[in-house]
């Protein structure tokens, strides 16, 4: 930070529109949550600082949502807007229908299909969208906020709201509201992805399947070379575990003999690459580059953002001249935005922590339940695995402490939670920005703050919105039956 100041001189600000929810950020959180707030009755504005929606899935390109939606025996426990959202990719070919199999730890996607898919679903719900539209600052009154200030080709505007939604991905309204902020520092790590074409999958495949033993198994998290195997063949996806090149007994040999860099000036881990395709098309996405974010600081951000598209085509090179199936590939895209994995995260009323997570011995429960989430059994050898129960979700670690009582974040990165980015995936993304869309719609409506809507009230409307909050029982013990 720079000890210099000058002073911004007083001005009106024009007021765009009066609604009753904004939500700044349209990434899959942002998307859920204006869906959510507009299907739950709220007149809804999304505001995205990029020209597309889908945030880090389809500007930085992540072609694959975590497979957290089934349970270990592969029971499908996240429905709503997350579910909704895969089978409308499945009906667009956008995703393999095969995808409900505990084999496959993540639903691969085509990230351009995605764009179109998520405004097919935002104009069905009523949501208006903007884009190129920063939202600067919330507007604060007292202890509320009555809505944002954005920055776009029409200048500076003002947009009141009654309920304010945080899914800028990195709590950056929430920060600016005076919320209670856990640890400033970020201390994230962040990649950008690139999608090489005319690339011969099948070729690939079977290369990989030439060495079995060589194969990164149980690394984030496909079983074994079989099961990658099968999951091409029988599935129509390729999906190849993030991190694991590192893994890849080929790659491990490849860097030794100095023909790929594993760090080359603030890039790291370029070996550890992670590659996710669809049948049918010839394209894989990779993901391979790690830049370690110290803070948000836009100069560090910016250096680490180019220096990484530039990466990509280093990475590139190495495949199309190493590896079989990549002799005619070319560089068709590369994502425009750095994506931060974990950084900036709220003090929320509750905090949900690795514990009720991982290995936990029985489900955890809370009262406020807004979705549920299959709990991770690692003590096993090789693969993904989960049990069969899951742990809630509750509201408030979605509530910011401090700072105005009516704004709430719905990126799972986030929420608090101990470590930070516990349920990152777009899943867990998915699950925070309906509750936060439903809860800020039922604010609107009621006129008050979105901290003290009713649980129940918010939970019915969930339910109504075939958000899974447990089983019949479960239901019947809340009281929502
Ligand atoms: C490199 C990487 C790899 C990952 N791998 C996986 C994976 O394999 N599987 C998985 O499930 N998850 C993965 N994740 C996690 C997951 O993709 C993200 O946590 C999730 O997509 C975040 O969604 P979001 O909507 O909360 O935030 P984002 O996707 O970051 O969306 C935030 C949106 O808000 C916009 N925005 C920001 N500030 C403003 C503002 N002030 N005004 C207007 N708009 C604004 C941004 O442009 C963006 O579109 C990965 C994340 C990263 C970064």
Redesign the pocket.
Known sequence: MSARTVRESERKIEVLDEMDVVV?????????AAASAARAGAKTIL????G?????????L?A???N?FLTGSGRQVIHGFGGELVERLVAQGAASPHWKSRDLP?VVIDSEKLKVVLIDVMYEAGVTVLTH????QPIVNGDGVTGVF?ESRSGRQALLARAVVD????A??AFRAGSTIKEQSVKG?????FKLARVDLDRFVDFVLEDPEGFPAGVDWVKDAETFGRNWRERGVLFFP?VSGRHWRFMIEAVAQGKLEREIGPAGSLDAV?M?ALRGRDCIVI?SNFYRVQDLDVRTLSVSELHAQKMCYYVADFFIRHVPGFERAYVAHVGV?????TSRQIAGRVTLSREMLRDAPAPTRFDDVIGVTPVQDTKRESGEFFKEFTTDIPFGALVPCGGPANLVN?????IDTEPR?LI??????MI??QAAGVAAALAAKRGVAVADVPTRDLQRALLRQHVNLGDASRIKALGLL
């Not at 899914?167 to 990195?170: D, L, Q």
């Not at 790590?189 to 992805?193: K, P, V």
């Open positions: 700044a950020g349209a990434g899959v959180s942002g998307c859920a505001l995205e600082r990029n597309c929606l889908g945030g880090v899935a389809t500007a930085t992540m694959n949502i975590g957290r993540g539209a920063l939202a600067t954005l899914a800028t991905g990195e950056d309204l790590s962040a990649s950008i992805l993030h992670g996710y993901n935005d750095l994506g931060i994995r719905a990126s799972a990165k986030s980015g990152r995936g777009m899943s867990g993304c925070c920005g």
